[in-house]
Nanobody, 120 residues
Framework: QVQLVESGGGLVQPGGSLRLSCAASGSIFSINDMGWYRQAPGKQRELVAAITRGGIANYADSVKGRFTISRDNAKNTIYLQVNSLKPEDTAVYFC??????????????WGQGTQVTVSS
């Protein structure tokens, strides 16, 4: 079993910054792709950013230049630095990781979500 614990969300004014974290633990042999998604009220969940095990990142057009995804493979942790926040960034942010367990099973897991609210 694999557990994901997210942290770092909150209420911030437009133009502000936050750093989201997601730590994975449990029966983990390796973690391949990791990513952050978000879901705003009444909207579908969308990919914000993703990063490969080797560190290659890609971003949604709406966040390019403002958000930075990174990972610490030794800690099985993924981060999302979010800068220059806009009201339209308000959403619940979820981490997603693709795990190979010690039994060599492979599947993805979701974090519980952390609320980011951008408002003055």
């Amino acid at each position: 079993q694999v557990q994901l614990v997210e942290s770092g969300g909150g209420l911030v004014q437009p133009g502000g910054s936050l750093r989201l974290s997601c730590a994975a633990s449990g029966s983990i042999f390796s973690i391949n792709d990791m990513g952050w998604y978000r879901q705003a009220p009444g909207k579908q969940r969308e990919l914000v950013a993703a990063i490969t095990r080797g560190g290659i990142a890609n971003y949604a057009d709406s966040v390019k230049g403002r958000f930075t995804i990174s990972r610490d493979n030794a800690k099985n942790t993924i981060y999302l630095q979010v800068n220059s926040l806009k009201p339209e960034d308000t959403a619940v942010y979820f981490c997603n990781v693709f795990v190979t367990t010690y039994t060599l099973a492979q599947r993805d897991y979701w974090g519980q979500g952390t609320q980011v609210t951008v408002s003055s």
